[in-house]
């Protein structure tokens, strides 16, 4: 491997303990020198740096995905104020808030709580329950036939499949980040697996797991980060590209699918379906896809996964 390429993938290593810093302290005051200071770098350096990985700036990033989080928590937890929502993600005031959601959104905070939420995604269109369509963020509707009834939408895209409440353990993760469209992960896991071999981490009972660290009906595809990873048992030393983290115990809904590679969608659509009716709200943390097998042992070249959502109660 030559220079190049190592100081390629130690930038993106620093880059990403930056990233993973935010979201772990998204109340906290969060600048430029703090993020610097994280990534190793001069604040000049890793401003430049930061923005050429990722293609916007260190603080374009940080009160993008401020806001995205509070989009989300104004949808999935009804019970909390806007205010307390504002200072969870760490803004140090409410009309501050209200002017960046706003001027992100293109709608006030509240008038975000009173729209319906975007429940399934179909053919990139997304929907909330009563199947009508909803924009994307600063995008108009898209036309699709008014007279797709709930029936036809209910028989396209809902799977029959058990789903249930269960506590999951703790799991400790070697991760290789992606960001942007779901079906180009695999690069992301054949970087992990290159690393990751060679260094006895991987056996037969190796199991893989998919980290979704954004919502993708609020966060634009190309800005969906999501973690290629696998479970490991004792404190690996990681360099490069390669990361750690854990996710943390807790109670999750988990639904159980054997699928093909262009089921993935349908398989989320059920679980967000089931979500709406089952007394359940979405919890702190991230949701994973939990693999079983290698999709090319399968004789219908099948993932046996488990889709987790991390949930408390209404």
Known sequence: MDFKELSKKEYTARINRVMDYISQNMDQTIDLSLMSDIAAFSPYHFHRIFTFILGETPNNFLSRVRLE????????????????????????NLSSFSRAFKSFFGMSAKEFRQQNKAIYIKDG???????????????????????FCTVEFNQLIIMDTKIEIKRMP????????????????????EKLFKWAIPRELVTSETKTVTVYRDDPSITSIDKVRQDA????????????????STIPAGKYAVGHFEIKET???????????????????????????????????HP?????????IPVKPL
């Not at 269109?125 to 007279?147: A, D, L, M, T, V």
């Not at 703790?170 to 896991?189: D, P, S, T, V």
């Open 170 to 189: 703790e799991l400790n993760l070697i991760y290789c980040r992606h960001m942007g469209a779901f079906n180009k992960i695999g690069q992301a896991y």
């Open 125 to 147: 269109i997304r929907y909330s329950k009563n199947c009508k369509p909803i924009s994307k963020i600063g995008k108009n509707i898209q036309k699709i036939n008014e007279q």
């Open 300 to 308: 219908e070249h099948k993932f046996i996964v488990d889709i987790c």
């Open 229 to 244: 990873s696998i479970i490991v048992s004792s404190n690996v030393k990681v360099e490069g590209e390669i990361g750690k």
């Open 69 to 92: 989080k509070a989009a989300q928590l104004l949808q999935d937890h009804q019970k909390e104020s806007i205010s307390e929502i504002c200072y969870q993600c760490g803004f140090g």
């Open 263 to 297: 089921e993935f969608e349908q398989a989320w659509n059920t679980m967000c379906s089931w979500l709406t009716e089952s007394g359940y709200q979405p919890g702190d943390g991230c949701t994973y896809e939990l693999y079983h097998n290698d999709y090319n042992d």
